[in-house]
């Protein structure tokens, strides 16, 4: 009989299938590079209602919060003190003008009597011309005359003091006409009110801040750039007819602004001021500061916000996200799939990051693949299995801003719909890898 063993099972190493990356190609596309800083707002007026005359405060005219108009009421200080001093200042006016008429009468009469005596005194020469005078009557009547004289000019400087004191008595009554306007507190500049610093029936003084008034329908915002950037800046500057530093040549420049917390939001707006004083030697900054229309009134006075610039254009710029770079101590390098699947190692030179994104100046071309996810697994000399997508800058409000900025003036490349899209700032990060070397 024969017996019918089982035949020994195989003991030959199999090769383990090559590990998975998710791979794509570049994003080529026309951005513009901008100048980013931080800046905060302020608003483009703002005023604080003070009070010019002291008193108890009788009536309130605003709500918090309400848009007032340039010289619309909004408090009324107790006015019966200041009527009483206006009523006092008229009557003095009216005392300085009867003195006058009392004091130009007098002149009048002083006057006549000038008149009379240089009659008596022409007599009084006649006669003793003749002989049929005596000298104690010309005497008389010479005195006579120079003392009408005195008289006629004590008249002539009283009206001078009556019409002082007239011009005394009126700017009194025009400080008083003055301070009784003042009892009315209005608003300085039109905007809106803030809730009111004195309640109703307080005693408020002198110079006592009852409120603001602020006018946020525009918006500054102050930043600064340091003078490098102030240079890419000055050189970004369209040609016009200017001269180089006036206000309307740095108003040519467009700026953007984003709140803090946005993603996907940009304002636009521009240039309104730079520092006249030039870079600050101690931080080696220069000061500018932008206007932005707020009439939806989503900034407000205070807010820290971002500020962009753009200052060149690039065209065909190549983009990948910055978690498929890889970081060592001798460069940066990316991880390429070649035509058979296998792993080559590239050094690459990074021109700027972006949302994100980072723009490749040397060593990447559009038609290269790389390893986007699975950089642990990509050795060089390696094969792997590429699971290629397709990438698109959509989701980058940065990078979608700077295509958008430039749309005027250059026509950027067609991005393809992504199938599926990827956002470079989600999924593994990239992180530094011995493979590198």
């Known amino acids: 009989m024969a017996l019918n063993g089982c035949s020994p099972a195989s003991n030959e190493y199999q090769a383990p299938p090559p590990p998975e990356v998710t791979a794509a190609k570049p994003v080529q596309q026309s951005l513009t590079i901008f100048i980013e800083e931080n800046g905060e707002t302020e608003a483009v007026e703002q005023a604080d209602i003070r009070a010019r005359v002291g008193g108890f405060v009788e009536k309130l005219s605003f709500e918090p919060g309400q848009f007032v108009s340039e010289d619309q009421e909004l408090y009324r200080i107790e006015p019966d003190t200041y009527e009483a001093n206006r009523n006092a200042a008229a009557a003095s006016v009216e005392a300085s003008k009867a003195s006058i008429q009392v004091t130009e009468a007098s002149l009048a009469s002083a006057l006549a009597s000038v008149q009379k005596a240089e009659n008596d005194l022409k007599r009084e020469r006649r006669l003793q011309a003749s002989n049929a005078g005596s000298q104690a009557t010309l005497d008389a009547a010479l005195a006579a005359r120079d003392s009408a004289l005195a008289e006629q000019k004590a008249a002539e400087a009283n009206i001078e003091a009556d019409k002082a004191k007239l011009l005394q008595a009126q700017a009194q009554l025009d400080q008083a006409e003055l301070d009784l306007e003042y009892t009315v507190v209005r608003a300085p500049i039109e905007g809106r009110v803030s809730k009111t610093q004195i309640k109703l029936g307080n005693l408020v003084e002198v110079g006592s801040t009852l ?43 467009p700026v953007y602004l984003q709140r803090d917390g946005d993603t996907d939001k940009w304002m636009p707006g521009k240039l309104d001021y730079v520092d006249q004083r030039g870079i600050d030697q101690k931080t080696g900054t220069f000061g500018l500061r932008a206007d932005f229309d707020n009439q939806d009134g989503k900034l407000l006075p205070g807010m820290f916000v971002i500020i962009r610039l753009p200052v060149r254009e690039v065209e065909n710029a190549i983009l990948i996200p910055e978690r498929a ?33 980072a723009m490749i100046t040397e060593g990447l071309s559009a038609n290269d693949t790389f390893v986007l996810d699975g950089l642990q697994r990509a050795r060089p000399g390696s094969k792997v299995s590429p699971k290629t997508i397709e990438l698109s800058t959509k989701d980058s409000p940065m990078l979608q801003a700077a295509v958008e900025s430039n749309s ?30």
């Open 211 to 253: 409120a603001t008034v602020v006018d946020q329908r525009n918006i500054f915002a102050n930043f600064s750039i340091s003078d490098r950037k102030l240079l890419e800046l000055v050189e970004a500057r369209p040609e016009t007819e200017e001269p180089a530093d006036s206000p309307e040549d740095w108003s040519k420049i």
């Open 325 to 357: 770079i890889v970081r060592n101590q001798t460069g940066a390098y990316v991880m390429l799939v070649g035509s058979d699947d296998q792993i080559e190692q590239r050094e690459i030179t990074i021109g700027q990051t972006l949302d994100g994104w």
């Open 408 to 437: 005027d003036t250059a026509e950027s490349e067609p991005v393809s719909e992504p199938t599926p899209t990827v956002n470079p700032t989600q999924d593994e990060p990239a992180s530094d890898s011995s493979t590198a070397d």
